[in-house]
């Protein structure tokens, strides 16, 4: 089994950041991490992973050059430091573990999720 346990949401004002953080524990070894959001009324959509191999990461187009998803493995934590933040990435965000070999895009590729945090960007 594994367990995920994000932290790091918040209300913060349009242009600011927010650095969300996701705590792993379990059985890990097989799986690769990612982030979705969703947002009231609509579906959860990806934002952020690394690639199988660790060594890249992939982003959905309306974060890039914004987001940035990264890791600590001896904390075994994986972070979405996010920037420049606009009202539209008001969401939950939900950390999830895919195990190898699944595409990274589909929800429903992920075995494993946290909780969710609210991330809260006003204009």
């Known amino acids: 089994q594994v367990q995920l346990v994000e932290s790091g949401g918040g209300l913060v004002q349009a242009g600011g950041s927010l650095r969300l953080s996701c705590a792993a524990s379990?059985?890990?070894?097989?799986?690769?991490m990612g982030w979705f959001r969703q947002a009231p009324g609509k579906e959860r959509e990806f934002v952020a992973a690394?690639?199988?191999?660790?060594?890249?990461?992939y982003y959905t187009d309306s974060v890039k050059g914004r987001f940035t998803i990264s890791r600590d493995n001896g904390k075994n934590t994986v972070y979405l430091w996010m920037n420049s933040l606009k009202p539209e990435d008001t969401a939950v965000y939900y950390c999830?573990?895919?195990?190898?070999?699944?595409?990274?895009?589909?929800?429903?590729?992920?075995?494993?999720w946290g909780q969710g945090t609210q991330v809260t960007v006003s204009s």
């Open positions: 379990g059985r890990t070894s097989n799986y690769v």
């Open positions: 999830a573990m895919r195990p190898f070999g699944r595409t990274m895009y589909e929800s429903s590729s992920y075995d494993y």
């Open positions: 690394f690639s199988w191999s660790g060594s890249s990461t």
